[in-house]
């Protein structure tokens, strides 16, 4: 059974930095491709970004470009994301995911290819 488990949320300033950090346990993440999403109150959940394991594919939100990056430890099973030049938009719960399909490319961004999922972690950003 994979599990997920974020850690890392918490409160900040507009402006400034945070990381979250997601741990797989069960089994290795390093065949696993790992995304991350987000739903703030009221609001839909949405994609954040996504690394495919199939071919290393890097994808984000254009909400987030240039701001946010992710990245992984493999040795750690471990994915991280790290938040720069946080808004107040970017508040919202933050989940990881996994998955082991072929997950490339535009389907980085869609839920529905993801498997596992964490609990999520709360980002508050304030103005």
């Known amino acids: 059974q994979v599990q997920l488990v974020e850690s890392g949320g918490g409160l900040v300033q507009a402006g400034g930095s945070l990381s979250v950090s997601c741990t797989v346990s069960?089994?290795?993440?390093?065949?696993?491709?790992m995304g991350w999403f987000r739903q703030a109150p009221a609001k839909e959940r949405e994609f954040v970004a996504g690394n495919s394991w199939v071919d290393g594919t890097i994808a984000y939100a254009d909400s987030v470009k240039g701001r946010f990056t992710i990245s992984r430890d493999n040795a750690k099973d471990t994915v991280y994301l790290q938040m720069n030049s946080l808004k107040p938009e970017d508040t919202a719960v933050y989940y990881c995911a996994a998955t082991n399909k072929w997950t490339i490319g535009a389907r980085l961004s869609r839920q529905n290819e993801y498997v596992y999922w964490g609990q999520g972690t709360q980002v508050t950003v304030s103005s």
């Open positions: 069960g089994r290795t993440s390093s065949r696993y491709t």
